[in-house]
């Protein structure tokens, strides 16, 4: 049992053969349901050019579930710095902190969110990739741009996102809370936690290390069935492997018909070996370990299965089985 707070990371995954706009419809039951279920914050990720995953904006998508919910937090997990001008991501999350009482985080991140190089220039208005120096320089300008241009209280809650040692770094020196992308390089995650832990520097939005961990949870009654769940995601996984960006969402029966190499199931073994999937026996023990080795101050999670009520369900079960309850005294 765990007793670090618990959140959740919305990728909005498209199912084959349904139109995008029943994922938006999707994410709004979500919203909702996070929100009852009492977990403390819910960020959108920023994705583009994908069959699979829906490009949604994550400012527009968190200011319709603040319009929706009672109490979670919501933002970026993460808006993508450099597809934006600074002075932009300051007025946009500026405004929904101001209209929506304290309850807006933006996380900042620095991929392109694309896997297609037509893509990634034309958000970047024809630039390349951009460079250590440039992301620096457009992190600490968005983070000036609300303290000098919007001039509205109270301020979203910024946050560094990170796969790497050296976005780590960059936490660190600027001295923001940084969210850990375990889901994606789990391989990376303590070195660049103790790197951020040891070169952390205080700063107004942060006083000391705050350490956020993403999970890839997939909970349901039973190994097997959780089992079942995370086969589409593990289709996507191994396309990724050999570089196919643009792989559909399938279905788990489509799923459950695909023949993985000797090679690419011992992968998908070693990722899950750093993630959370089964019962919900299976998923306390997993949780439990990530928030022992890591030292997470809160664990994000992100469940990215195929069908709207097994998403929901695994995020009842873990609020069920997993966290521990708060003690009473008499």
Not at 102 to 127: C, K, M, V, Y
Not at 229 to 253: A, N, R, S, Y
Request: glycine share 8%; aromatic share 6%; with cysteine.
């Amino acid at each position: 049992m765990i007793t670090v707070p618990l959140s959740a990371l919305e990728v909005a995954m498209v199912q084959t053969g349904t139109p995008a706009e029943d994922t938006l419809g999707d994410t709004t039951e979500f919203a909702r349901r996070v929100d009852d279920l009492g977990y403390l914050r819910l960020w959108y990720a920023e994705h583009h050019h994908s069959p699979a995953i829906g490009a949604f904006p994550p400012v527009v998508l968190a200011a319709h579930a603040a319009a929706l919910t009672a109490s979670i937090r919501l933002g970026s997990g993460g808006v993508l710095a450099p597809n934006h001008a600074p002075i932009m991501l300051a007025e946009q999350f500026g405004t929904l902190a101001a209209l929506h009482g304290g309850r807006i985080d933006l996380g900042i991140g620095r991929g392109p969110g694309t896997f297609d190089e037509a893509t990634a220039r034309a958000l970047r208005r024809g630039a390349g990739p951009t460079t250590d120096d440039e992301y620096r320089d457009n992190v600490s300008s968005t983070l000036r741009f609300l303290v000098d241009e919007v001039g509205l209280d109270p301020l979203p809650e910024p946050w560094l996102l990170s796969s790497s040692t050296a976005g780590a770094a960059l936490a660190a020196e600027l001295g923001l809370p940084i969210a850990f992308a375990h889901h994606i390089r789990p391989d990376n995650t303590l070195a660049a936690l103790a790197h951020y832990r040891e070169h952390f520097t205080p700063s107004r939005w942060c006083a000391s290390p705050r350490v956020l961990v993403c999970v890839e949870t997939v909970c349901a009654e039973t190994d097997e069935e959780a089992a079942r769940l995370v086969g589409p995601m593990d289709v996507i996984k191994v396309g990724l492997l050999k570089g196919q960006g643009g792989i559909p969402f399938p279905t788990p029966e489509a799923a459950a018909a695909h023949s993985f190499t000797a090679e690419e199931s011992k992968a998908l073994a070693g990722f899950r070996a750093h993630q959370a999937q089964g019962s919900p026996e299976t998923v306390a023990k997993q949780l439990t370990e990530v928030v022992d080795l890591t030292g997470a101050d809160e664990l994000m999670l992100v469940t990215p299965v195929y069908a709207l009520a097994d998403r929901l369900r695994s995020y009842e079960l873990v609020k069920e089985h997993v966290v521990m309850p708060p003690t009473t005294t008499a």
